[in-house]
C-alpha cells in the first residue's frame, strides 16, 4: 500500500463538478489500495479576484491582511472537496494549513515552509480517511496566516508529501506531463515519460511553465519522486526523480526558450581590472538579476559588455547604467528587447562531447546568429534574435531527434 499526496490546480476544481471529476481520482486511487493526501488550490480565476477587490481598496494593502484575504481562495476548496468525497461515500477531512499545521516565516505573500506536524494527517490515514488539505498557505509562529507565492499549492503538495514520507507528490494540472518543446511551437513534441530533477529545474525557469519551480527545488531536497499528470486526460504523465534513476540513454531532454529577458551593451569603456563590477555593481545594488554576459575586447584596447536582464527590469537597468555613463566613461549604451534565449537541456551532455558543435551547426544551417552563449554542465543557452526563435527551437528539436522515441536513434 502506498501513501500518495495529489494536489489539484484551479482549473481541476474550477466547478462543483470537475470537483466532484477529483473526488472520484480520489476514489480510484484510494481503491487501488493507496492511502491519499489531497492538496487543493482555489477554483481557477478566484486569487486574483481576491487580490482585485484588495486593490480597489489600496493600491498597496497590508501584506498580513492579502494572507488573510487570498488563503480564503483555498479554503473554499477543501470544504466542497470534503463534502464532495463524503458525499460519494468516502470519509474526508479538511484542513487549513494553520490547522495541519504547516508552520512557515513571517514572509507575508512568500512565506518559507519552515516545519509541518504530520500527526494529524497520520491519524486520519489510519482511521480510513482522506485528508484535504489546503494548498498555498500556512501559519506562522505568531500564528497569523501566511501565502506562500503565486503557484504554492505545488509546494504545499511537496512539503506534505516530504513530511509524510510519501511514496508519490503527484501534480495534477491541465497538461498531460513536461514536452521536450512548447507544443505550440512544436507540434510533433513529444511528452517526457522521466526527467530529473536538475532537468526539470532548467526546463521550468526556461520557460516551460509546469511546476512551480521552488517545489521543484523542494522535491529534491527531500528526494520526493514527483509526477506531473493531467486531471482530464488519463496516462503516465511525467516522473520527475534523481538520475539514477534513469533507465533511457538519452542525450537531450528537451528544447526550451524564454521571451522574457532583454540584452544590454555597454561599449568603449577602458579594459581595466574593476570595470565588469562598476557596470554590473549599480545593476546589482537595485536588486536587478543578471542572467547571461558577454564581455568583447576591441583592438583599440577597450571593451563591450553585453548581458541579459529580466524584460521587466530592462528601462530601469538603463536608466541606472545611463545615469552613471559619463563616470564609466562609455562610448555607447543600448538596449534590446527583441531578443529570446533558447537552450538545450539533458544530463546526457554530462557524458556526450559535441552537444554544443552540434547545436551551432544546426543554427548556422538555418541562418539564424547567435549573440550570446551560455552553458552549464546540463545545458546549453543562445541568446537570438526574438523573431528567429521558433525556427531556433524546431530546428534544434528536429535535429536531437525529439520528435521520434528516443530509442529510435
Ligand atoms: N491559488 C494560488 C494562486 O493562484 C496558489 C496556487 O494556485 O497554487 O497562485
Ligand atoms: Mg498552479
Redesign the pocket.
Known sequence: MALIVQKY??TSVATIERIEQVARKVISARARGDSVVVVV??M?G???RLLGLARQIASRPDAREVDVL?ST??QVTIALLAMTLQKLGCPARSYTGAQIPIVTDAAFGKARIAQIDPARMQADLAAGRVVVAA??QGVDADGNIT??????????GVALAAALGADECQIFTDVDGVYTADPRIVPTARRLDHVTFEEMLELASLGAKVL?IRSVEFAGKYNVPLRVLSTFQDGPGTLITYEEQQVEEVIISGIAHNRDEAQITVSGIADQPGVAYRVLGPVADANIEVDMIVQNVARDGTTDLTFTVHRNDHERALEILRAGQAELNAREITGDAGIAKVSVVGVGMRSHAGVAARMFAVLATEGINIRMISTSEIKISVVVSEKYMELAVRALHEAFGLDQKPNAH
Open positions: 490546480g484551479g488550490s482555489a481557477s478566484e486569487t486574483d487570498i481562495g483555498e494548498g498555498f501565502t506562500l507565492g503565486r503557484g504554492g499549492s505545488d509546494t504545499t512551480q
